[in-house]
């Protein structure tokens, strides 16, 4: 693992070992590069690395969706019953009789 160096470093670094390197901002010549999730997606914006690349900016939405989400729940929009299961009438009753039931 090579992180945060230059990359002529790396360069030089893979070249010479037989096991496989993996940069972290140490340029393209690695054999594998990471890059941590958060950083791709855009979820948090208060800091940078220079070697992060954002393929998208998630962070807006996700705040949006958490916090609908908690309304929806707060205001008792869901779940609704779409999002719930249910049982046959039947089923129901005998469920709840189960419940009243004292074992001897």
């Known amino acids: 693992m090579l992180e945060a160096v230059p990359a002529e470093v790396a ?3 893979t070249e ?3 096991v496989p390197t993996i ?7 690695t054999d594998g590069q ?8 855009g979820i948090f914006d208060d800091f940078k690395p ?7 900016h998630l962070r807006r939405d996700m705040v949006a969706a958490v916090s609908a989400f908690a309304h929806d729940v707060r205001s008792r929009r869901f779940p609704s019953d779409e999002h719930c299961y249910a049982m046959p009438p039947d089923e ?7 419940l009243c039931r004292t074992e001897p």
């Open 50 to 56: 220079r070697f992060v690349k954002r393929y998208a």
């Open 34 to 41: 990471v890059l941590v999730l958060n950083d791709l997606l």
């Open 92 to 98: 129901r009753e005998s469920f709840l009789a189960s």
């Open 16 to 18: 010479r070992l037989e």
């Open 23 to 29: 940069g972290i901002g140490a340029g393209p010549a």
């Open 11 to 13: 360069a030089a670094v």
